[in-house]
């Protein structure tokens, strides 16, 4: 039984550039939550996705978005990169309505 | 608005016990969750409390009092490979947001 995979797992950009972040979810699990986390602090709810519609949003910009597709993976792009962007992204995967969170390893974003 | 608090760092011996706090400030929420984090790693999940009272599972408890806006993390026999960051997270009623606390370090000793 597979678990949360990302890809990819490493990536450096350039600021203002775009990029497009890539999750599958555990087998069985509807929905996928993204999270940002800067070094030395806890997950920052970016937003949540099921039956492939975003379904809550955290305090992030609109340079944030993403698309869940029917097979319930889910991507996450960000526009207009700044240098305040580069984190660890991590998606994380339940049934809906559940609070048992399976993570991903994350995709460790570098924007210079 | 929700927040979480823990205490950033604690340190404990080898085969010791230990006990890690979560305060929080929110509307209402489902429960209380405890994800584990080692360096480098993605966060695994440890336990959840939805209800009020101790979940035990194996050398981890975890317990929730809602009256008083607490719950705890206790890691029993504590392990070397237990050094890692532990952080409380809820769901919010209101708007189903799930929100993290900073996360505890948790150093031990041999």
Not at chain 2, 89 to 95: E, I, N, Q, S, T
Request: aromatic share 12%.
């Amino acid at each position: 039984d597979a678990g949360v995979t990302q890809s990819p797992t490493h990536l450096i950009k350039t600021r203002g550039q775009q990029v497009t972040l890539r999750c599958s979810p555990k087998s069985g699990h509807d929905t996928v939550s993204w999270y940002q986390q800067a070094l030395g602090q806890g997950p920052q709810f970016i937003f949540q996705y099921y039956e492939e519609e975003e379904r809550q949003r955290g305090n992030f910009p609109d340079r944030f978005s993403g698309h869940q597709f029917p097979n319930y993976s889910s991507e996450l792009n960000v526009n207009a990169l700044l240098l305040g962007d580069s984190a660890l992204y991590l998606c994380a995967s339940s049934l809906e309505g559940g609070d048992e969170q399976y993570f991903g390893p994350g995709t460790r974003l570098t924007v210079t | 608005g929700q927040s979480l608090e823990q205490p950033s760092e604690v340190t404990a011996v080898e085969g010791a016990i230990v006990q890690i706090n979560c305060t929080y400030q929110t509307s209402g929420f489902y429960g209380l969750s405890w994800y584990q984090q080692h360096d480098g790693g993605a966060p695994t999940f440890l336990s959840y409390n939805g209800l009020d009272g101790l979940e035990e599972t194996g050398r981890f408890s975890s317990f929730l009092s809602r009256s008083d806006s607490y719950g705890y993390l206790l890691l029993q026999e504590l392990q070397m490979k237990d050094s890692a960051s532990y952080f409380c997270a809820v769901r919010g009623k209101r708007d189903d947001k799930i929100i993290f606390g900073k996360g505890t370090r948790l150093h031990i000793l041999p």
